[in-house]
């Protein structure tokens, strides 16, 4: 769901598709050089949980794939440990992940112990992460960038073979990629042949086993056909059998790949009630469903065709508004966000218990946010928006929202274009409190306007927070911030000293700018403060920048910036 009401419009409408314009792998497996890899965690041996954005202030990451019995992996920790020793200060940091099946944790930390190996493992259970990298064996080492870019992908060196091991290699592939990234050059051999064990694949199956009627098609109606039919943004339906057989490549590769559904939250804090994310099991059963020729299985078995609600989702509105006019939508090229007001004529306050904005044609609406503004003052306030997959906003009993009297609608929506003239006039549903409500839920936006942001800069910290001045309940946040956006964390910093981080986004991206709506409602207490910090990548290394040779500051358009971190609450106190 997105918050913003002037960010001009550069996003494209391909939703599935999404990922960055780099080089495609090859077969060797799914992250070519090129290639994101999105975040991952997994635990150690001693059963902590590590994210891959524990070292978002490194450099490089060099992931390497290891196991406790490859006697070709096990005499080349001796050289990781040295390049570990040797890249320290450079702010390079090597990861170990296992994978291997009958690996455990006791194995892994007794290998760890006896090899002195000096960087942490990770264990790989499922597979999940080996599957994003598309890595095969042991000895194979994956450089980072401080993007999670694929730079290098292969062997550490030439001295080990199959049949033969030498005192010394005559190329040092994995130390002369790192000395190429750190003197900002181009690595000049990005790829080579890893040598070692393979990994036996858990997902290995026999042809037949994985079928859509009985397998994908629930997976399907629960992640992904709310967005996936008929006449939505979303590029093709995915509501029937022939629909997923078209896509079944596309499927595997994104849902392998994490790019499917969108969901950018770090799974190790908070707990949100509109979560969309697949779990290693689902995309173990896609990926082998795919990778089988999509067989269908027993029709009769399939579920019932899912049925997509036309009407409006929370019921019938008490009040529907519109667009004041019809807006044109050109056949192509970039359409600039557009702005629209409408009168509400309240001759009174309103509170309202549900909103619904619905797009009068789903082909071209990206996204939609409608903020209420008083005529005679300065400023919009946050009421309501939608985007692909996002649910209407419906507060339970005792909560809702103001609207002032004599309040307007300011819209902003955001088209894309579909290959063909179309024309559109959305329109939003209201539902009324039938009494005021004990609380009425506030947004603000906690925001630092007076950033910064060097040219080149890769890794530019920016900090915002906001005191809570009395008892308050956290119900959702939403990070915002334009095409240098890197990452942004939300903690609470409690009156006790005690710190929690209430939501991590590792890889923030301004195509899919979630609410996050929080399961249970969090409680703060007054003088708690609410902190947001955002890191910003200002490099020629993001390919979305627009221009990474100027100072950034803030402005409403995105080759500008901005880093809000906007919260819905409202006070423990209040009754109206």
């Not at 170990?96 to 090899?115: C, L, M, Q, Y």
């Amino acid at each position: 769901m997105f918050r913003h009401i002037n960010c001009a419009a550069g996003l494209a409408a391909l939703i599935l598709f999404h990922g960055e314009a780099t080089a495609q792998p090859k077969d060797k497996g799914e992250s070519g050089v090129g290639r994101r890899v999105p975040h991952f965690v997994l635990p150690d041996a001693a059963g902590k949980l590590v994210g891959s954005d524990d070292f978002k202030d490194k450099k490089l990451v060099v992931v390497a794939f290891l196991g406790t019995k490859c006697p070709i992996g096990n005499a080349y920790i001796p050289t990781l440990n040295e390049l570990q020793k040797s890249y320290a200060d450079k702010d390079v940091q090597i990861v170990g992940i296992n994978s291997v099946p009958g690996d455990n944790a006791e194995t892994i930390a007794r290998h760890v112990k006896d090899f002195a190996v000096s960087f942490p493992v990770l264990i790989d259970g499922k597979q999940s992460v080996a599957s994003v990298f598309g890595a095969r064996r042991t000895p194979e080492v994956f450089v980072l960038d401080g993007r999670q870019v694929v730079r290098y992908r292969g062997r550490i060196d030439d001295r080990i073979g199959y049949d033969y091991r030498r005192d010394e290699a005559r190329r040092h592939d994995l130390r002369e990629a790192l000395d190429e990234l750190l003197a900002d050059k181009k690595v000049s051999v990005t790829e080579t042949e890893a040598i070692g064990c393979l990994i036996t694949p858990l997902a290995a199956r026999k042809k037949g086993a994985v079928t859509y009627a009985e397998h994908v098609a629930p997976i399907l109606r629960k992640h992904c056909v709310d967005c996936h039919h008929p006449g939505t943004a979303a590029p093709f339906s995915l509501m029937n059998y022939d629909d997923a057989f078209n896509w079944s490549s596309m499927i595997r590769e994104v849902a392998v790949q994490r790019r499917m559904p969108p969901w950018h939250a770090d799974p190790r804090f908070g707990h949100f009630a509109n979560e969309r994310r697949l779990t290693s099991d689902e995309i173990d059963v896609l990926r082998a469903w795919a990778e089988d020729g999509a067989p269908r299985g027993d029709a009769k078995a399939e579920p019932p065709v899912p049925q997509i609600v036309e009407g409006w989702r929370i019921g019938k509105p008490d009040l529907v508004l519109q667009m004041p006019q019809e807006f044109k939508v050109p056949a192509q090229g970039t359409v600039s966000y557009q702005h629209f007001i409408t009168k509400t004529d309240f001759t009174e306050d309103r509170w309202v218990q549900a909103v619904e904005v619905r797009p009068g044609n789903r082909a071209v609406v990206h996204h939609i946010i409608v903020f209420w503004r008083d005529p005679k003052k300065k400023g919009d306030t946050w009421l309501a928006s939608t985007a692909p997959g996002a649910d209407p906003l419906v507060f339970p009993p005792g909560l809702g929202r103001k609207i002032p009297a004599g309040a307007e609608l300011k819209w902003q929506v955001h088209y894309t274009s579909s290959g063909k003239p179309e024309a559109d006039r959305s329109e939003i549903g209201m539902i009324f409190c039938k009494e005021p409500p004990r609380h009425n839920v506030v947004n603000h936006g906690i925001a630092n306007v007076l950033f910064a942001i060097p040219a080149g800069n890769a890794h530019h910290k920016v900090v915002s927070s906001v005191p809570v001045i009395k008892d308050a309940v956290l119900l959702s946040l939403a990070p915002h911030m334009h095409l240098r956006g890197k990452d942004f964390l939300y903690r609470a910093v409690y009156p006790d000293g005690r710190m929690e981080v209430l939501l991590s986004v590792p890889q923030f991206d301004f195509n899919w700018q979630h609410t996050y709506r929080l399961k249970e409602p969090i409680r703060l207490p007054k003088g708690t403060k609410i902190e947001c910090v955002a890191h910003f990548d200002n490099s020629a290394g993001n390919p979305a920048n627009p221009d990474p040779k100027r100072i950034v500051r803030w402005g409403n358009q995105t080759w500008d910036e901005m880093m809000i971190g906007y919260i819905d609450y409202y006070w423990d106190d209040a009754k109206k």
